[in-house]
């Protein structure tokens, strides 16, 4: 090892100092293009003046809340009936117990799965009358359910009345969030809660009376039951749709911005990668999950617990649970009350405070284990009965917050299949190999404590997240307010494309920051940077193949950040992109015969289009039957341009147009360009040659670090030669920007 000297001390400390400066640097950078968390006060719902809960009814309308809150209390019929008349219908329709289990559980499969086209319908068209028309629909198909001779005819029936209860919790939980004020939201939703609730104590009931009429002839329950649900359903096609994100956007902005109908449709994958940039709702996600684990667990064993250690009736097991429950919807006012004043004070406390619930449930479960008389069991059964009502009442309005108001029901649509699929299914299988093992109450305090306390513990971490996602969703609703103005001040002057305050992340490794360009309709925008500066990142993001995680990308003054790549090819988006882009094994036929796969309906308008681009590129044209992979790499280039060509895009991008190519292909790729700038093509191009760029670019931007360093006319470039350097000495090492990204993952 070298022995350091005197003499290179004052290099090691000039060098540390560069070092710390451009850390400094950097970091005050980043900082100033990351999103701003806002102060609690700043945040929607919060600081306000206190709300009452009649001041919030009369901000929505009584007709939101009876009638979601009616159709949520007779939604328990479909559910009683085969539950209370399980005996009945086995012999009817003489199937065993494991033929009446399978009957009864199509249903509840079928409005969970379906729970998520449910959700992108209901985020993209009026609400209400989604509403209406699938419980007309299942009504139907439940007062069909009463002349099914057979079990595979009640079984294929109970799918469609599962698909039509499937709006239950996507659909309804986004209107209510909707239609009443955020300072009310949790007494709101408590309400529909305790109605759905009391429905399901009620609906056996219900049917029982019945039976004592119809001599316990079954098949009445569903004809009779299935009328008042239609009538419901009538009723949900005449309330008025509110407007989406209403409340969020009078306390940003103090005004409802306009609906934009030709907002373009938004892909699955977009929204899931948006959902998981919350950090609340992923905890959520994973609190719940391991919640539910713990609580199917429990109540697929604690019967078989109250009937061999005391041996109880159905009906005494039953009042075990009833006098609990019906306690628990008295202490829900009260905790929806405490939740609003909380969420007044700070999201995060109200997050907390639900989280914290868990822990008494924890220590109250393995004492009413061990009590010694049912009465004391059902006793102490009232404080994880009353805590676990008021949980699942508040955590919906809680995450509806963090989520965007577009995507509310697609979000609490997925929450359902998260939650169902990681704990639904898991809980009772786990309880019974458990139970096997060991006995019913060892299983029951495995899968309770250790996995309450987790869960609580998990939400009450995720408290200190939630104001960075309420910021974000503010941060949203004013970049859309600011696109809406821009629109309506300038609509004949707005640019071809544009992107604000884009951040984009691989994994944990953030490569833009805040990126903010535009391009005008007819410009030749060139982008410049070093290798890993993020300037491909950037044309994946405009055509779709990459999501940011912040801020929003428009065409033509419309937001198509959420939108699939497929959707902007339809818009007009085509990406030429870096590297090799065409079938080696194909002649040049072939290889425009594929780029046009999506008009092969049309074969003559395809053959007219080849014969178009083929005008650009007379080489290619002599030699069609050549195959692809004999061509020069000038000769793949220009036929891989000509391949995007085929669909006249409306903005072009084009990702090392000159990367490792001759003198003479870049001439000849460079006539091409000048040639598409007269017929008013508008082009992105990724360039490493800044003579290139001047060339031929109207405007150049230059990246570096994921951050805008320059933004101006190509003529200024000469002028800049701190660019000039970070270019020519970033542009020795060949490897494209994909390389560079890759591996910075």
């Known amino acids: 090892m070298t022995e350091r000297t005197d003499e290179d001390e004052p290099f090691a400390g000039l060098t540390a100092a560069l070092l710390a400066e451009e850390a400094s640097r950097a970091d005050r950078e980043r900082d100033a293009s990351m999103l701003t968390v806002r102060e609690d006060e700043e945040l929607p719902g919060v600081g306000d003046q206190p709300m009452s809960f009649g001041e919030g009814i009369a901000a929505g309308g009584v007709g939101v809340i009876a009638c979601l809150g009616t159709l949520d209390a007779v939604d328990a019929l479909q559910i009683a009936i085969p539950s209370l008349l399980g005996p009945e219908i086995q012999e009817s329709l003489n199937v065993s117990d494991t033929g009446l289990a399978v009957m009864g559980i199509g249903g509840l499969i079928a409005s969970t799965l379906f729970a998520v086209p449910m959700g992108r319908w209901a985020d993209r068209t009026n609400r209400m009358r989604l509403v209406g028309f699938a419980t007309v629909f299942w009504s139907i198909a439940m007062f069909a359910r009463g002349f099914q001779a057979t079990a595979l005819g009640f079984f294929l029936v109970g799918i469609i009345v599962g698909l039509g209860t499937s709006n239950t919790f996507p659909v309804q939980g986004a209107v209510l969030a909707d239609a009443y004020p955020i300072e009310a939201r949790g007494r709101i939703y408590a309400v529909k809660n305790v109605l759905g609730r009391g429905g399901e104590r009620i609906a056996p009931l219900l049917v029982g009376a019945l039976m004592l009429v119809v001599d316990d002839n079954w098949r009445w329950a569903y004809w009779v039951f299935a009328w008042p649900t239609v009538a419901l359903g009538i009723w949900a096609l005449f309330v008025p749709d509110p407007p989406r994100g209403q409340f969020e956007q009078k306390a940003v902005l103090g005004e409802v911005m306009e609906e934009d109908e030709d907002r373009p449709k938004v892909s699955m994958a977009a929204v899931w990668h948006r959902l998981m940039a919350i950090r609340t709702l992923k905890l959520a996600w994973f609190a719940f999950s ?18 061999d250690r ?30 609003d004043k909380l969420y007044q004070e700070s999201p995060a406390k109200a997050l907390a405070w639900v989280g914290a619930l ?28 009353v805590l676990s009502v008021v949980i699942f009442g508040m955590i919906s309005p809680l995450l509806v917050g963090v989520v965007p108001y577009r995507l509310r029901a697609q979000a ?78 300038n609509p004949d002057d707005l640019p071809a494309l544009s992107m604000r305050s884009i951040d984009f992340a691989y994994g944990p490794v953030q490569v833009l920051f805040g990126i903010d360009l535009e391009v005008a309709r007819g410009e030749t925008l060139a982008l410049l940077g070093t290798n890993g500066a993020g300037k491909s990142t950037i044309l994946r993001v405009i055509s779709g193949l990459a999501v940011p995680g912040r801020g929003i990308v428009d065409l033509d003054g419309r937001d198509i950040t959420l939108t699939s790549p497929q959707t902007r090819v339809d818009l007009g988006i085509q990406q030429l992109p870096g590297g090799r882009a065409v079938f080696d094994p194909l002649t040049i036929h072939e290889n425009l015969l594929t780029a046009g796969w999506t008009m092969r309906g049309d074969r003559e308008e395809l053959d007219r289009r080849i014969a178009e681009t083929l005008e650009l590129f007379p080489d290619l044209a002599t030699r069609l039957d050549q195959r692809a992979g004999d ?66 670019a109207d405007r150049a931007v230059f990246i570096e670090k994921g951050h805008v360093r320059f933004d101006g006319p190509t003529r200024e470039l000469s002028e800049r030669d701190d660019i000039a350097r970070a270019v020519f000495l970033g542009g020795r090492d060949t490897r494209d920007d994909h390389t560079a990204e890759d591996e910075s993952q």
């Open 310 to 339: 005391w041996g109880l009736s159905p009906f005494e097991r039953a009042m075990i649970g009833f006098v609990p429950g019906m306690l628990a919807f008295a202490a829900a006012p009260w905790a929806a009350t405490r939740y």
């Open 290 to 307: 391991i919640i539910v684990f713990s609580i199917i667990g429990q109540g697929f064993l604690v019967n078989l617990f109250l009937e």
């Open 358 to 385: 868990f822990f008494p449930i924890a220590v109250a479960i393995p004492i009413q284990y061990f009590m010694p008389h049912p009465v004391l069991f059902a006793a102490v059964g009232i404080v994880p009965s």
């Open 412 to 489: 609490t649509a997925l929450s359902m299949i998260v939650i169902f699929l990681g704990g639904g299914v898991l809980g009772p299988i786990a309880a019974g190999l458990l139970s096997d093992a060991t006995s019913e109450r060892t299983a029951i305090l495995i899968v309770t404590i250790p996995f309450k306390i987790l869960g609580g513990a998990l939400l009450i971490w995720g408290a200190r997240h939630i104001r960075h996602d309420l910021s974000l969703v503010v941060d949203e609703i004013e970049k859309d307010a600011t696109e809406i103005e821009r629109r309506r001040a």
């Open 631 to 696: 061509l020069s790499g000038g000769q793949q280039q220009m036929l891989a341009l000509a391949m995007v060509l085929l669909h006249r895009p409306e903005i072009l991008l084009i990702d090392e147009l000159t990367l490792g190519l001759a003198p003479t292909a870049v001439g000849d790729l460079l006539a091409v360009i000048e040639r598409l700038q007269a017929s008013g093509q508008t082009m992105i191009i990724v360039e490493q040659s800044l003579n290139v760029a001047m060339a031929i």
